[in-house]
Structures are given as C-alpha cells and as structure tokens.
C-alpha cells in the first residue's frame, strides 16, 4: 500500500508531528554531542604533527559538512515546492538556511582558529575556505531576499529559485576557485589529507551525526514557527490556541 | 587538569573554536525557543482579543 | 513554460527578439545619461586603485588586471537594476508574459540590448584604463578579448537577480547581495586570463572556459530568469 506522502505536506498535519518529533532529536543530538566531545577532545590520542590543535578539525569538518549538506537539502526542498507547489517544503527550505548559514560561518571560524597556528595566519587563501565564504554568502543571499519580500508566496518561490541558481553555481564556483587557488600558490597548504586513525575518525562522524541531529531540532522548530504565523487564521491553528497546545510548553 | 586545559600550548585556538562553536549552538536554540514562545503568546491574546469582540 | 503558443513562424520570433532589442537600445540612447553613469562609474573606480596603492607602476601593473576586471564587473552590476525596471513600471513586462513568443527569448534580447549599451562601453574603454595601469599592448588584446566573453556572462547571470529583485525596496544593495557571488567564475577566469597571459603561460585555457560559461549562461539563465520575472509579477 502506498503511504500518502501529501498528506505530511499539509502544515497542519506536520505541526503535531514535528512537536513528537522534537524531544527524540534533541535527546539524539545531546547524546551524539557529548559523546562525540569526549571522544575529540579526551580518547583521541595527540597528533604528532600538528598538536592539540588538530582537535578543531573534530568540530570543523563537521560544520563544513553540514553547511554544504544543508544547502543541498534546502535546495532540494526549494525545487519540490517550486514544482508541486506545497507551502510546506518551501516552508522547510525556508528554515534550512539560517542554520546552514550557521554552520558555514562555525566552519570559517574554526577555520581561522585552526589556520592561525597551523598556517600562522588567521585567514589563508585556501580553496575550501574561499568556497566556504562564498557558500556563506549564498545562504545569506537566500534569506535576505526572502526577508525582502512581504508576500510569503512569493517569497517562497523567488528564493526557492535563487536556491536553485545557488546549487547550480556551487559546483562551478568551487572548481574554479580551486583552480585559481592553484595557479596563485601552488599546493603548499593543505590540511593534512592523510589516512586518519580511527580514533580520530570516530568523533568526526558522531560529531557530524550530533550536528544533523541539531540541525533537525532547529529547523523543525523553526518550520512551527513559520507554520504558526503563516496558518494563524486556520481553523486548526485557533483550535490548538483555544484549547490548549499538546505539543507546546506553552501554558 | 591543568593540562587538560592548556591543550599543549593551543589553549586560545582549541577553546576558541569549541567555545564559539557551542556559543553558536545554543544561542540559535534559544533564539528559536524565545521567538516560538513570544509568537505562541502574541497569537494567543490576539484570539483573546477577538473573543471578546464576539 | 511552455514556448508551443502560436508564434507564427521562425521568422516571427526572430523579428519579436529583434523589435526587443532594437527597442532596448534605442530606449538606451534617449537616457544616454544612464549609460554614462555606468562608464563614469567604471573609470573614477579604475583612477581610485592607483590613488589609494601608490603610483608604482610595477605594482599598478600587477593589479592592474584584477582591478579593471573588477571595477567593470562592478560597472555592469550598477546598471542591472535597470535591465527591466522601466518596463516593470510602465506594464510592458506584463504584455511580454502575455504575449505568444517563449518569455526566455525576449529575456535573451532585453539581455543582449542591454549588454550592447552598457556592456560594450566597458569593453571599449577597458584598454585606456589599461594603459593607467602600465599594461602592454597584447595585454590589453587579452583583456579586451576576456571582457568580450565575460561582460555578456554577467549581463546573463544578473539577469536573473535582477528579475528577482523587481520592485522590492532595497533593491540595489539586495541585487549585489545575490549576484556578486556568482559573479566570481567569471572574474576568477577573466582576470586570470589577463595574467596567465602576462606570465607567459597562455590565455587560451581560460578564455576557451569563459566561452563555455558564456553558453551554458546564455542557455540557463533567460530560463531561469523567465522564471523569476513570472514569480516577481505574479
């Protein structure tokens, strides 16, 4: 039997269903989080090369992950929005990018801290960092022109679109950035590629395991919200506010 | 302990970069937590309001 | 969107892409003080560099590229705003959604007119500036030759911010905001063409990638920015 996917696009069934949601992934996400802490920075043994400062890397790589993953994912949504025209998805899509955006600028800042004493410079102009900018200065191009627009319809759907321009171009800009990159100095710096240990491996997966989950618990906080404000005259919406949330700690 | 926080000389960056990290973090969360209760209540008394014009 | 309506004929579309743009650049040559703008804009940028580096010509020759690239990439960002500002004003873009002939294809010669009467202006005075910056003169061919290719690039790709942007309040700073980013392939390999060349190693690698992103703009974009121009009147 096939599962009717429509109807989870209908905000007022998903609201309830994100407020169930919410506490399993803000467990998971606490859980990961620590484990993957305490595996960085006290079970992974110090490495020769670059020191302790190479546990940044723990929680740096993790963010670049994530803030590329999640434009893929609002992208993604964007598109489904735009073609099968659900409020929800691009509601979604909406709430993806603050916290890609996030974790893109968690990613330059770590970056940095990272940089400064392993390159002796806080900022280096280094492919993936450039990318990583350039990948913050999209995100933040999305949700100014979404703020822009006073019409949520068409706000949806023009930043859906930018989006969409936005994940075509990734690709592009990344290869030639890293080309110039090349061409200007050479490939002196690098982060050290090598195979990696198992026991530094570990916690960059828990931690990018603890940072989806995190993304999870603010964009499906942030999709009620957009929900709530966008559905307020529905009937189901002055229903919940009459008689009490189920899922709010409002009250 | 003391060793544990002086991170073989890298103090500054690693807890930079773990510090602003989790500063980040939490602060989208309650950022997100204080707008979702603030709109809760401002659509609350605006229902309330409407009542009592009925 | 779907270009099957009734367009008579080839030749039809053909002369309806034709009437834009001629009507574009004569729309252009009336507000002759816009198009100037743009150019003024573009030479008092390329004058400031040497005022804030210093007058070393050895240092202004090695900027040099990156700065004239830069300066008219900034050139035709400025002038996006006006790509169908007018036309959103007095209702004509809501008669070309109406009309038979595919959206994208007017887009592609509102585009085109519009890189003929800003674009170009850069393109030609590109080479004066360049001699400001000690540049010689296979140099400013190479320059020339990549503002040739690029400035119809970015014409293409603003299009589609400038689509999007339509009527919103901030317009300009917003308009920046997204496009500059995906300015950055075009000015990466612009300017680099200009330098591979001054270093000996060749232009032909860059210019022939600008050629590709000038098609592959040149395809994607009028659709797209149909698309946003279609969501922005809405």
Redesign the interface.
């Known amino acids: 039997m096939a599962i009717n996917w429509f109807k989870y696009a209908s905000p007022a069934t998903f609201y309830p269903l994100a407020g169930r949601m919410l506490p399993w992934f803000v467990w998971t996400t606490v859980v990961l989080m620590a484990v993957g802490v305490y595996m960085g920075l006290f079970l992974a043994p110090t490495d020769y090369k670059q020191g302790e400062a190479y546990r940044i890397m723990f929680i740096h790589v993790p963010a670049a992950w994530m803030s590329m993953w999640l434009y893929v994912v609002m992208a993604v949504y964007a598109a489904i929005g735009l073609i099968y025209k659900t409020r929800l998805s691009s509601m979604m899509a909406a709430a993806t990018a603050p916290t890609g955006a996030l974790f893109a600028f968690a990613a330059l800042w770590t970056g940095a801290f990272w940089g400064r004493p392993m390159w002796g410079a806080w900022w280096v102009w280094d492919a993936r960092l450039t990318s990583e900018l350039i990948l913050l200065f999209l995100y933040l191009g999305v949700m100014a022109l979404r703020s822009a627009i006073d019409e949520p319809g068409r706000a949806d759907r023009a930043s859906g679109l930018l989006a969409l321009v936005g994940v075509v171009n990734v690709p592009i800009i990344y290869f030639s950035v890293k080309w110039w990159n090349t061409l200007h100095q050479g490939a002196s710096l690098k982060f050290s590629g090598s195979a990696m240990a198992p026991s530094m491996l570990w916690p960059m997966l828990v931690l990018t395991f603890a940072f989806w989950s995190y993304s999870f618990v603010t964009i499906l906080l942030r999709v009620r919200c957009e929900i709530l404000e966008r559905e307020r005259h529905a009937d189901w919406v002055i229903d919940l506010l009459d008689n009490g949330p189920s899922g709010n700690r409002g009250r | 302990m003391a060793v544990f926080f002086h991170m073989g000389g890298y103090a500054l960056y690693v807890w930079g970069s773990y510090g602003v990290m989790a500063v980040l973090l939490v602060a989208e969360l309650v950022l997100l937590s204080r707008r979702n209760k603030s709109l809760v209540a401002r659509l609350r008394s605006l229902r309330e309001m409407e009542k009592d014009a009925e | 969107m779907n270009g099957v309506a009734a367009s008579p004929a080839g030749g039809g579309l053909v002369a309806a892409i034709g009437g834009v743009v001629r009507r574009d650049v004569l729309l252009a040559m009336r507000r002759r003080m816009d198009v100037l703008t743009s150019v003024v804009f573009f030479v008092i940028v390329a004058s400031l560099f040497p005022l804030g580096v210093g007058p070393e010509m050895a240092t202004l020759r090695i900027i040099g590229p990156g700065v004239l690239w830069v300066g008219a990439l900034l050139a035709s960002m400025l002038s996006l705003g006006r790509l169908f500002a007018s036309d959103y004003a007095d209702g004509t873009l809501e008669q070309m959604l109406v009309q038979p002939n595919p959206l994208s294809l007017l887009v592609l010669g509102k585009v085109w007119a519009h890189w003929l009467s800003t674009g170009l202006p850069l393109v030609v005075l590109a080479p004066v500036l360049g001699l400001q910056y000690g540049l010689g003169l296979d140099t400013l061919g190479i320059l020339v030759v990549s503002l040739l290719l690029g400035t119809p690039a970015l014409s293409l790709v603003g299009a589609?911010g400038a689509a999007?942007?339509l009527g919103?309040?901030?317009?300009g700073v917003?308009l920046a905001?997204?496009v500059?980013?995906?300015y950055?392939?075009v000015l990466?390999?612009g300017a680099?063409a200009v330098e591979?060349h001054i270093s000996g190693l060749g232009a032909g690698g860059h210019l022939a990638l600008m050629g590709a992103?000038l098609v592959a703009s040149s395809v994607?974009s009028p659709w797209?920015a149909a698309?946003?121009l279609r969501?922005?009147l809405?």
């Open positions: 589609v999007l942007t919103l309040r901030g317009g917003l905001l997204l500059l980013p995906l950055i392939p990466i390999f680099g591979a992103f994607l797209a698309a946003a969501i922005s809405d």
